[in-house]
């Protein structure tokens, strides 16, 4: 099978290590390298002058949750970087470890069968990331929201029959009045804004208790 890329290497990429592959071709045969790299900053630094010092042009290695991403940054300036679907790569059943899973990755880019995903550039990665963070802060919060109805719920407390927004400003003055101690329904329904002051009287009524004295004040 032709050799495409005689200078190459295969990362098996973890949490705490990296297992790389050097695959050389030369005049006298097929020589491989491996060695067993940290993750940490500096340990990728030395991955990447090993590889430098190996003449490799190319490297492939499997997208892996999120450890690809250090061991991308790192390297993506100095070398042809592939990241395999490891779906598309896997090896054939048997006796699997770290050092045959970088060779076999080695091999596949040496003669030309890897198919490397789409790597969006770093300032699409940073916008997507952001949108992914604010998707998931918009999500907790709504959970927090619904965490709120129903402990007010539970204790026959039903504002948001009256105030759309419960987060809104009479929603929060009344839960920090609710929250200080306060349980007067007509002070609680008198902190209305807006058009909700029109319905004070439904307000308060929402905001009364279910007990004998509290219903007695309503």
């Known amino acids: 099978m032709e050799v495409l890329h005689p200078r190459c290497a295969g990362l098996d990429v973890h949490k705490d290590s990296v297992v790389a592959c050097a695959r050389i071709v030369s005049e006298s045969g097929v020589s491989q390298d491996v060695q067993t790299f940290s993750t940490t900053t500096t340990g990728l630094m030395a991955l990447s002058d090993w590889l430098s010092d190996h003449g490799c042009t190319h490297v ?4 892996a949750g999120v450890y690809w ?17 490891a779906m598309q790569v896997r090896n054939v059943p048997g006796r699997k470890t770290d050092v045959n899973d970088a060779m076999w990755l080695a091999d596949l880019l040496a003669h030309g069968l890897v198919r490397g995903s789409f790597v969006p550039p770093t300032s699409i990665q940073e916008v997507r990331t952001l949108t992914r963070t604010r998707k998931q802060l918009i999500r907790e919060q709504s959970q927090h929201v619904q965490r709120i109805q129903k402990t007010l719920e539970d ?11 419960i987060m809104g400003m009479t929603g929060r003055a009344i839960l920090n009045a609710l929250s200080e101690g306060e ?15 029109a319905k004070r009287q439904m307000l308060g009524e929402a905001l009364c208790v279910e007990s004998r004295a509290t219903i007695a004040s309503c």
Do not use: Q
């Open 60 to 63: 492939v290695m499997e997208a």
């Open 69 to 85: 991403k250090p061991v991308c940054h790192v390297l993506e300036e100095s070398f042809e970087l592939l990241l395999a679907n």
């Open 155 to 165: 204790a026959n407390i039903k504002p948001d029959s009256i105030v759309s927004d």
């Open 183 to 197: 349980a007067d329904p007509r002070v609680l329904a008198n902190m209305a804004r807006g058009n909700l002051r």
